[in-house]
């Protein structure tokens, strides 16, 4: 057992070496693996969101019962998720002071394999009609937004050492009314108006990424403790689903309430912020060692993403494979969906993990 062991480590050392040099998801040096695990635990929240939101669920209004609340509560973690992951990337490269092409490379190769390998696929084994048009977008992927996160962060990482040379010319006072500014614009008035007010999916990520920006180049040194941080984001997370508990009673008379009962789950609404930023302070507060098993899953999020998230795979996965809404009324709902959601992962992130070796020589080649 003691050799097993000994050799089972060594193996994941040298996965992990092999992927901090061919993916863009794990960095050259070793990072502690507080916030890689923090990387797993969005992503899987992020699963659980999609399982909910395109399972096909449809929940009678008039009506509460506890699979409809779970179901509302699972949908909770999708947008704490994309707001936490450029929390992580903005305070990792708010330092950088030029673009690295490899990085970049690498990621457009891996959005561009899963793009068009899982399209030929679909047109080959399933009934997805082919089309040159299909095939043109899908093997442009970033250009024609087949995933929104990832055509977002893919420009946001291209415009980053620019960002950063702007801000550095920012006083203190400066970036945090620039912030504020922002603030105001972006995230209050959507959470009380329901209008971005110009924002997109990009200003957002900007956004998300100058605040990360600011913590790790401004904040002065909290006594406030991880657990504190952990703490209060697990009871904002509370209190955002019992408003959507709320709002779901309300419904009972008042339909209106019914169908908005998740109103404060985007991801510019303040509960959804706070979550997020209290969530990422309170990981990077708490003292792990590197881990060589969590930073090897935690380099194939967005390789789990890119998988379960594809187009074609989406309604393939949740509502013929897992056939998500024929659970609606079932007692089984619950476990069920808890185990669905760790399996897609653990499956999405075993494809990662053969991926990289497999279009290694293509990375290299290409710069």
């Known amino acids: 057992m003691g050799i097993f062991y000994w050799g089972f480590q060594e193996r994941i050392l040298q996965m992990n070496q092999e992927i901090s040099a061919n993916t863009t998801a794990a960095p050259a040096q070793k990072r502690q693996s507080n916030i ?19 399972g096909n669920f449809d929940f009678p209004i008039n009506t509460v019962t506890i699979n409809r609340l779970w179901i509302q509560f699972i949908q909770i973690g999708g947008k704490i998720g994309v707001d936490v992951f450029v929390l992580i990337s903005g305070y990792f490269l708010i330092t950088a002071d030029s673009l690295k092409i490899n990085k970049a490379i ?17 047109v080959i084994l399933r009934p997805t009609p082919f089309s040159a048009k299909d095939l043109v977008k899908n093997a442009l992927p ?16 291209l415009l980053s050492p620019f960002i950063n040379k702007a801000i550095r010319s920012f006083d203190r006072t400066t970036y945090l009314q620039m912030l504020a500014l922002m603030t105001f614009c972006w995230c209050i008035i959507p959470t009380f108006l329901y209008e971005t007010w110009e924002c997109n999916d990009l200003l957002w990520f900007i956004y998300l990424y100058l605040i990360s920006g600011y913590i790790r180049l401004h ?42 009962a998740t109103f404060f789950y985007e991801m510019h609404q303040i509960p959804i912020v706070l979550i997020s930023i209290t969530m990422f302070l309170g990981f990077s507060k708490i003292k792990m060692p590197y881990i060589p098993a969590i930073n090897l899953i935690s380099a194939t999020t967005f390789g789990v993403y890119l998988i379960h998230d594809n187009r074609y795979v989406r309604p393939f996965l ?22 669905v959601v760790l399996l897609v992962f653990i499956v999405c992130s075993l494809i990662e993990l053969i991926r990289i070796p497999c279009t ?8």
Do not use: C
Request: glycine share 4%; hydrophobic share 55%; aromatic share 20%.
């Open 36 to 54: 890689e695990l923090l990387r797993i635990i969005t992503m899987i929240m992020i699963v659980a969101h999609h399982f909910s939101v395109h």
């Open 106 to 122: 690498k990621m457009w190769i891996q959005i561009f394999t899963y793009s068009i390998l899982i399209y030929v696929l679909f």
């Open 142 to 157: 970033i250009t024609y937004d087949r995933w929104w996160f990832a055509s977002g962060y893919f420009v946001l990482y």
């Open 219 to 260: 904040a002065k040194e909290s006594t406030i403790t991880g657990r504190t941080y952990l703490l209060v984001s697990g009871f904002l997370i509370l209190l955002t689903f019992g408003s959507a508990v709320v709002f779901d009673f309300l419904g009972l008379r008042l339909p209106f309430f019914g169908m908005n």
């Open 318 to 339: 949740w509502r013929h494979i897992f056939r998500n809404a024929a659970f609606a009324e079932d007692r089984l709902l619950i476990p069920y969906s808890i185990v």
């Open 360 to 367: 290694r020589k293509a990375v290299h080649e290409a710069y």
